[in-house]
């Protein structure tokens, strides 16, 4: 062991759970939380979280939780919480977090309401922890299988930041260090808006020249604001940011994918939402992007028609009709 004997992880949804299981594969003990107690207990009992992964058995050395409290002795805490409910999560583990301690945000969203990356919300909410970021082209029942997987973990402390690379690294979940937390956090962030896009290329037949464009031209759109906001452009280019795009853009598995998939078939956002029990992200994360972007003076009509279609102000055909009604230009421009 190499330090971070004892790894908390923060929300026992997929990926979580997921990364749990990546953890405990390195021989380290694992505390998961779930907000639920039953998910908690089918977890300890069935070994197995049928709510949110079934079909993958969960190490022994993984002990879930409904208490916040059994995290305060852990070394390190991977936050894996939908984006908008991670504001209120952090508050409640604040008490329960050791000063300087590192915490590793995994989820991929912008909080709508102050238009913050979760980087910005753990500064808020929990000022004396050491912030990194995970993310990159990851399904959590890949990584849960043991299936290849490789992300970016991003930290400005470069020591915690490699101590942590090798403590949850592992043959077939393999991190690789990067410092440049902001290109982590806005790489999956747009990538969940452009994966709506792209399921609604998919649902209404516009064909795979279309599909491509559109992962080149989002792409350029994640860049844009990317750099704008401060991140370097071979982060954005990638595992967090390319590599996530083009999983998320490509695979109908993704349920932002699948979104834009219903979508373009006709169905309302409301009745796909309502079918899941599962989170969306893009949905959410779309409005707040596109406010991003106005404050950054970055065009990104990709994602503003996806926040269109998503708020319900414009139906999907109006919203492919006005892209494709937009005057030619330079391509770098
Ligand atoms: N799934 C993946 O493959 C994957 C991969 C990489 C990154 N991520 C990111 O990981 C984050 C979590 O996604 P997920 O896929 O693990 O979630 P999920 O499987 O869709 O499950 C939803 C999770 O949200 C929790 N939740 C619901 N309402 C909540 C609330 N008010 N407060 C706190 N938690 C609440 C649920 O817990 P209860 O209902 O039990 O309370 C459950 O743990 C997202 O940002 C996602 O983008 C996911
Ligand atoms: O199912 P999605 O669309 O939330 O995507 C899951 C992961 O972010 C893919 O890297």
């Known amino acids: 062991m190499n330090g971070f004997d004892h790894i908390g992880v923060v929300g026992a949804g997929a990926w979580g759970t997921a990364l ?87 989820s991929k969203g912008i909080e709508q309401a102050t238009l913050k990356l979760m980087t910005e919300v753990l500064a808020e909410v929990c000022p004396r922890t050491r912030a990194a970021v995970l993310s990159g082209p990851s399904f959590a029942i890949d990584v849960a299988k ?35 937390l902001i290109g982590a956090e806005i790489g999956g962030a747009v990538k969940n808006v452009l994966a709506i896009a792209a ?60 979104c834009g998939i219903a979508l373009g078939r006709g169905e309302a956002l409301a009745d796909i939402l309502a079918a899941r029990n599962s989170v969306t992200e893009g949905v959410a994360t779309a409005p707040a992007v596109v406010a991003l972007a106005e404050r950054h003076g970055v065009e990104m ?8 279609v998503v708020s319900g102000d414009a139906h999907v055909d109006a919203a492919i009709e006005e892209l494709l009604a937009r005057p030619f230009r330079d391509e770098h421009a």
């Open 20 to 106: 749990a299981q990546a953890a405990a594969k390195t021989g380290r003990r694992v505390t998961l939380w779930a907000r639920e107690s039953e998910v908690a207990e089918a977890i300890n009992t069935a070994r197995e979280n049928t709510a949110f992964l079934p079909g993958a058995r969960l190490d022994a050395a993984i002990q879930a939780t409904p208490h916040l409290v059994e995290l305060a002795e852990c070394d390190v805490a991977l936050v894996v919480t939908p984006a908008q409910h991670t504001r209120a999560v952090l508050g409640d583990l604040a008490p329960h977090l050791r000063e300087g301690a590192p915490v590793v945000l995994c």
């Open 146 to 180: 043991g299936l290849p997987t490789a992300v970016t973990l991003a930290c400005a402390d470069e020591r915690a930041g490699r101590a942590l690379m090798h403590a949850l690294g592992s043959a077939s979940f393999r991190p690789y260090y990067a410092d440049d």
């Open 301 to 308: 009509p990709i994602c503003e028609s996806v926040s269109r």
């Open 199 to 258: 399921g609604v290329v998919e649902g209404r037949g516009l064909g795979r020249s279309a599909h491509a464009a559109l992962i080149a031209r989002g792409f350029a759109e994640l860049t844009r604001l990317g750099v704008a906001m401060g991140a370097k452009r071979e982060t954005l280019a990638g595992l967090c940011g390319l590599g996530d795009l083009v999983l998320t853009c490509s695979s109908p598995q993704s349920r932002n994918m699948s």
